[in-house]
């Protein structure tokens, strides 16, 4: 098994790139969308592509993932690590802020609408923010890196690739959950279930009145939290 995030996720898509990995629920919107691993795959390589062309983002700087539960920042995280990037909890170099514009970034500052499929603000953002949505879908659906990370490098605050793969318990389930995947403990459940072969049903603002007929309808086979997403 890598040691290397972005070889792991690839070997995740090579290994069954058509299945389910990512399916997320806003049960404020209605809104549903499943991602398989390839989907997933194509959606990082055109956000990597826009990170290295547009930010001048490299190897060594830091990214803060400022969203709520929400698909984007699975594919923002491992975005970050495909270009040698760090993922950090503090201020980034760059930031990707949802609607609230609650962070920003040292150098820049990227937010996302969360509308469906990844789409644009409708309103003029704040001087100085970048739309995802209006920049991502011009970039390549392949990336390749100019300087790809090694088992040693940063991934998160201070720890390696090696570190969050090493610490990771591989996870075949297909899990339901209300958190964050991008802090310490989501990035766990993450590259978890990227080594073991699992999926991910992602609830935000989850209806609890809704949660079992979800499980049953998603073929949920464990439930890590229900509460408020």
């Known amino acids: 098994m890598s040691r290397v995030l972005p070889e792991l996720f ?7 790139g ?20 390839v989907t997933t795959a194509n959606w990082v390589a055109k956000t990597a ?19 709520p539960p929400h698909w984007l920042g699975v594919v923002w995280a491992l975005s970050t690590w495909s270009v040698g990037a760090s993922l950090t909890s503090g201020t ?10 609650t962070i920003r970034g040292e150098r820049e500052t990227v937010a996302s609408a969360l509308l469906p499929l990844g789409g644009r603000f409708r309103e003029p953002l704040p001087d100085g923010i970048q739309d995802y949505g209006a920049e991502v879908y011009n970039h390549p659906d392949v990336f390749v890196p100019f300087d790809p990370p090694t088992p ?4 998160y605050d201070d720890l390696t690739h090696e570190d969050l793969v090493g610490t990771a318990e591989p996870i075949s389930d297909r899990i339901l959950t209300t958190r964050t995947l991008t802090d310490r403990d989501g990035l766990a459940l993450l590259v978890g279930v990227i080594a073991g072969g699992g999926s991910i049903v992602l609830c935000r603002n989850l ?4 949660l079992e007929r979800r499980v049953t309808d998603e073929k949920v086979d464990r439930v890590l939290d229900n509460g408020e997403g």
Request: net charge negative.
């Open 18 to 37: 058509g299945a389910p990995f990512l399916t997320y629920y806003d049960d404020t919107t209605g809104e549903r969308i499943e991602l398989s691993a």
């Open 207 to 210: 209806d609890a009145a809704k």
């Open 92 to 101: 980034g170099t760059l930031a990707i802020t949802g609607p609230d514009f």
């Open 49 to 67: 592509n826009l990170l290295v062309d547009e930010y001048d983002l490299e190897a060594g700087e830091t990214v803060a993932i400022g969203l």
């Open 152 to 155: 040693a490098s940063p991934a």
């Open 10 to 16: 690839a070997a995740a898509v090579r290994r069954d």
